[in-house]
């Protein structure tokens, strides 16, 4: 199993940001590259007030604040450089869908769409889209907003694949806000199916990738709902790959560079069921030679050594 992609996590609400420019950006895509990453997810595009790109839709009807250096444009220019895919990460409002405001979150992510497409769509990286809206069961109207924003994505643009990120309602789904690492109890395996049997069968049309979130069940239930996973996906004419949090959930300070061991026992596990792609969340903060936590270039290390030891 390889890590095959990465987030880019540039507008993020619980992790330190690392102040990059174009030229650490540039280095960084460059290690990427180096331990086989070819696809890079920009997780979300905005997050309440804060954007990626100069927005217009989002700087009138969010007050967004318009960034200094459009990201986006850089991002796509790094990937084409270095030969990489990029995937567009959709709107977080972080306030319409969340309580309820399925329509308007839909609404406005729809013009940001047509925003994005007109500005970036010639751009030779742009390969797919990433609908950033994350759940674990079937709530709300959540199959209505990704069966619409997948749909939607793919008419703009020509049928582009499109993404999701699901996490799984496990003992580890604890707020980032409390020191606690686990609750009593999570999501049996009955329940998950059943939850995501019906989100697919709503959304077979629309999204062409499922990487659900691996941190959140405890380390010996996880090949379970993997296999689950996996199987779901085939059924229902899905991709299944697995996102491989490089990131440590057991630890009461949120958060760190996970143990090589755990990350390399979860990535055996997704093998074991099957799943072909691994991405991860995410590269930059947790992985990387040149991150402001410095066990992740040690990590960094580990996985390049794990590699070579494995080509084939």
């Known amino acids: 199993m390889r890590i095959k992609g990465t987030f880019l996590d540039e507008i993020s609400h619980d992790i330190p940001h690392q102040n990059w420019g174009r030229n650490e950006w540039d280095k960084d895509f460059g290690s990427m590259k180096a331990v086989g990453i070819n696809t890079v997810i920009m997780i979300r595009c905005g997050y309440k007030r804060w954007i990626t790109f100069p927005s217009r839709v989002l700087s009138a009807e969010e007050s967004a604040h318009i960034p200094a250096e459009d990201l ?16 567009f990460g959709l709107y977080d409002s972080g306030k319409y869908w969340i309580n309820g405001d399925y329509e308007k979150e839909v609404e406005l992510n729809k013009r940001v769409i047509d925003e994005v497409w007109q500005l970036y769509g010639h751009m ?22 990704y069966a619409s924003l997948g749909r939607y994505c793919k008419e703009v643009s020509g049928g582009l694949p499109t993404m999701i ?124 030679p040149q991150s402001a936590y410095l066990q992740a270039g040690h990590l960094y290390n580990r996985y390049s050594e794990y590699i070579n030891d494995h080509k084939v």
């Open 124 to 145: 030779p990286a742009f390969k797919g889209w990433y609908l950033s809206q994350e759940c674990s069961r079937k709530t709300g109207q959540i199959i209505d907003l």
């Open 165 to 288: 990120s699901p996490y799984i309602d496990g003992i580890k789904n604890i707020s980032q806000y409390t020191s606690d690492t686990v609750r009593a109890t999570g999501v049996s395996l009955k329940k998950h199916e059943d939850d995501w049997s019906e989100i697919f069968e709503g959304i077979k049309d629309a999204v062409d990738i499922v990487a659900f979130q691996d941190g959140h069940v405890d380390i010996d239930e996880l090949t379970d709902f993997l296999k689950i996973n996996k199987a779901l996906a085939d059924k229902f004419g899905l991709e299944c790959w697995t996102n491989s949090e490089t990131f440590d959930r057991d630890m009461p300070i949120k958060f760190l560079p996970i143990k090589w061991e755990k990350l390399r026992l979860k990535l055996e596990m997704a093998e074991k069921a099957g799943i072909e792609n691994g991405i991860t969340f995410e590269f930059s903060h947790f992985m990387s």
């Open 72 to 87: 986006v444009k850089m991002f796509l220019e790094l990937s084409e450089k270095h030969g990489m895919a990029f995937y």
